[in-house]
């Protein structure tokens, strides 16, 4: 049977009176066949039939077994790796209070239920909503019409500033040459017990995406804004992509705040809202009414344009959840796929010999170089000396934006809107190919740099695909390729090497490690 017609084929039933009654079904057919994922009122939940998968426990669902999975495999994207070696690319499972969830596994099923309109929707949990003030708002974690009208509205006035054109190209060419002068000099002061790199990549790749969100540019020296990403990287690694405890079992934040992580998790949910707040505070004490510097001011005179209307949603906390969603996908996810990449380069030393000497070979126009200009990033498509000196940059980039897509689990409500409970969809992403870089780092061929290269074209696919890929692809390429042609990484002498595998959160996460740095000219 088609995995994507089984995992459509979700029967939701509902008891009207606490499990005694008529029932109200709402199906979702196939020509195969259905799966049914069923539900009473009260707090004890039973699987009907479900599409494989452990046995649910009242109240808990399969909240014991999922933690003792996490608890031996070491991080919660193996869990659920071995839940589907155990039960089928298909598994049906329920965490806490939440509603029923499927993993999906698998890059094909993958591909075809993310590019299904059935499964544009995100999930609707506690901890979902408690990070932009108790409502859907933003455009991670809000769907329907409010996503349609805010990710076009973004996207759409973005690209007025530059968004997805050479100007953009220009901005974070010019950010990877600060970061690369930077390292040369950090890398010389520090010398033989090298630069601590796990979160070097933030603010460079955070400023070319805020730059024409905030119209500002924040400084290596600003100390405010160094213990918000602190922060913002602590609240990451806090909680896994399906919320956590709190999102299962939200009453438990009354009984006992501390032990479940409430207290820390509110204040620091407070305190980033209020730095976003205090932004947009700023951009309407000196808004033009006839000219934008930003989206932000964009927003603003579109909110002026839409008050009083009923139902609207261009509202000033629907603001600070889109800067907050901008600012947190523009500082995590690149700047964790750099991490990865340069951690590989400094545990595979020849493998880094190797892109030194390809870039050295092939690049007739100097990518970052200090006394260089950028390279363009649209003409590497169509020379292929530019794009051949990337083969190995691109590959270890893709393998690292592959574990982060493999282990970044996307919640995608489930259902067309005539349900009145949806099930839940969890999807994870792994290429499936024999021999994957991190077991054979040198067995790539040219032939397979460009399957890998179409591959992280697609990663993470559908209708749901990150507003920011275009710009996130050139941040790699370009921020990459600028410090491999003229920096070499290596592992302080007797220092422990990284563990390759990362650290457990929404997204994975490296390894604090260290670096040392020298110049190649």
């Not at 697609?458 to 695909?465: T, Y």
């Not at 491999?484 to 390894?511: D, E, I, R």
């Amino acid at each position: 049977m088609d995995i994507v017609n089984l995992a459509m084929s979700v029967l939701i039933t509902r008891s009207n009176d606490a499990g005694i009654g008529p029932l109200t079904h709402s199906v979702i057919g196939t020509q195969h066949g259905y799966c049914k994922l069923g539900y009473v009122r009260a707090d004890h939940l039973r699987r009907v039939v479900v599409c494989a998968g452990p046995s649910w426990l009242p109240v808990l669902g399969n909240l014991l077994h999922l933690k003792r999975l996490v608890q031996t495999t070491g991080f919660h994207h193996l869990a659920w790796e071995r839940l589907s070696q155990q039960y089928g690319p298909v598994v049906g499972l329920k965490l806490g209070m939440t509603p029923p969830l499927i993993l999906v596994s698998g890059h094909r099923a993958v591909t075809q239920t993310l590019n299904m309109e059935e499964l544009d929707g995100r999930p609707d949990g506690f901890v979902f909503r408690f990070r932009t003030m108790g409502e859907r708002r933003g455009v991670i974690f809000t769907d329907g019409e409010v996503w349609k009208e805010q990710r076009r509205f973004s996207l759409r006035n973005l690209r007025e500033f530059g968004f997805g054109k050479r100007s953009m190209e220009a901005l974070i060419s010019e950010e990877a040459r600060s970061l690369l002068m930077r390292l040369m000099e950090v890398g010389g002061a520090a010398g033989p017990e090298g630069v601590p790199m796990h979160l070097v990549f933030t603010l460079p790749v955070l400023n070319s995406l805020w730059s024409l969100t905030a119209g500002m540019r924040y400084s290596d020296e600003d100390a405010k804004l160094q213990q918000f990403i602190n922060l913002l990287n602590e609240m990451t690694r806090s909680v896994d992509s399906t919320g956590g405890i709190l999102n299962y079992l939200p009453s438990l934040r009354f009984l006992a705040p501390g032990l479940t992580g409430f207290d820390k998790f509110s204040s620091s949910q407070n305190k980033m809202w209020s730095f976003f707040m205090d932004i947009v505070k700023d951009h309407r004490e000196t808004l033009s009414s006839d000219h934008a510097r930003d989206l932000i001011d964009v927003f603003l005179q579109e909110m002026d344009l839409q008050k009083g209307e009923e139902g609207t949603s261009f509202t000033e906390a629907q603001l600070v959840a889109l800067c907050k969603d901008l600012f947190a996908a523009g500082s995590e996810t690149t700047s964790n796929t750099l991490s990865f990449a340069i951690m590989f380069m400094v545990l595979n030393p020849a493998v880094q010999a190797r892109v030194h000497t390809e870039l050295d070979e092939v690049v007739t126009l100097c990518i970052g170089r200090v006394d260089g200009n950028p390279e363009d990033v649209e003409r590497r498509s169509s020379q292929p000396p530019p794009q051949s000196s990337c083969r190995h940059s691109d590959r270890w980039i893709l393998h690292t934006q592959g574990l982060n897509a493999a282990h970044e689990s996307m919640e995608l409500s489930y259902g067309p809107k005539s349900l009145g409970r949806s099930a839940q969809l969890q999807t994870r992403q792994v290429p499936q190919r024999e021999g994957a870089p991190s077991s054979r780092p040198l067995a790539l061929t040219v032939r397979d740099s460009n399957k890998l290269k179409s591959l992280m074209s697609r990663i993470l696919p559908g209708r749901r695909r990150c507003l920011g890929e275009t710009m996130a692809r050139n941040s790699l390429f370009l921020f990459f390729t600028a410090l491999l042609q003229n920096l070499t990484f290596s592992l302080p002498h007797g220092a422990t090497p990284p563990c390759p595998q990362g650290v457990n959160g929404f997204t994975l996460n490296t390894q604090p490690y260290h670096a040392v740095i020298h110049s190649r000219r």
